[in-house]
Nanobody, 124 residues
């Protein structure tokens, strides 16, 4: 099936910025709605932002105004620009896609494919 690969994670100080990338292969990205999730140790996987086929975005309140999600279907790539990072943003970040469902809030079980994740660590 479609495969996804995240990159761009790393260690940053609070207030810093980081850009994550998600490369899609196997099938065109244009076939999918998308979402980013994150998961910290000992916590459930958390929805962060959804992107519709048309590029409309919906963010959780915790990242609204700080994160910007985008997609480039021609390049089969999506990006998550993260600004003013906070220690509570520390998590493994995952890119996921679905061809069947879309909504302003996406559930992990509704996604068709996942990347392996990239770790973002924000120091205080």
């Amino acid at each position: 099936q479609v495969q996804l690969e995240e990159s761009g994670g790393g260690l940053v100080q609070a207030g810093g910025s980081l850009t994550l990338s998600c490369l899609v292969s196997g099938r065109p990205l244009r076939d999918y709605a998308m979402a980013w999730f994150r998961q910290a140790p000992g916590k459930e996987r958390e929805f962060v932002v959804a992107l519709s086929w048309s590029g409309v975005t919906h963010y959780i309140d915790a990242v609204e105004g700080r994160f910007t999600a985008s997609r480039d279907n021609a390049k089969d790539m999506a990006q998550l620009q993260m600004n003013n990072l906070k220690p509570e943003d520390t998590a493994v970040y995952y890119c996921a896609v679905t061809s069947h469902h879309y909504g302003p809030t996406m559930a992990p079980r509704g996604m068709d494919a996942w990347g392996k994740g990239t770790l973002v660590t924000v120091s205080s």
